[in-house]
Nanobody, 116 residues
């Protein structure tokens, strides 16, 4: 089993920054990809950013140039640095871990609210 705990959400004004953290514990050795998804009110959950075990990163078009996903292997933690935040970034942000040969784990989510 893998446990994921998110932190770092909060209320920020437009143009501000937040850094989200996701700490993984348990059977973490077979995690091949981690990522962040968000879900805004009335909308589907969608991918924000991912990072593979090899360090390859992918971003949603809406956050390219503003968000950065990174990892600290020593701490088993992934981060999402969010800069130049916009009101449309307001959502619950969920951490996700993909395991080999199969497995999907989700955190409980952390609320990000961006005021205009």
């Amino acid at each position: 089993q893998v446990q994921l705990v998110e932190s770092g959400g909060g209320l920020v004004q437009a143009g501000g920054s937040l850094r989200l953290s996701c700490a993984a514990s348990g059977s973490i050795f077979n995690i091949v990809r981690m990522g962040w998804y968000h879900q805004a009110p009335g909308k589907q959950r969608e991918l924000v950013a991912t990072i593979t075990s090899g360090g390859s990163r992918n971003y949603a078009d809406s956050v390219k140039g503003r968000f950065t996903i990174s990892r600290d292997n020593a701490k088993n933690t992934v981060y999402l640095q969010m800069n130049s935040l916009k009101p449309e970034d307001t959502a619950v942000y969920y951490c996700h871990a993909g395991l080999t040969p199969r497995g999907d784990y989700w955190g409980q989510g952390t609320q990000v609210t961006v005021s205009s």
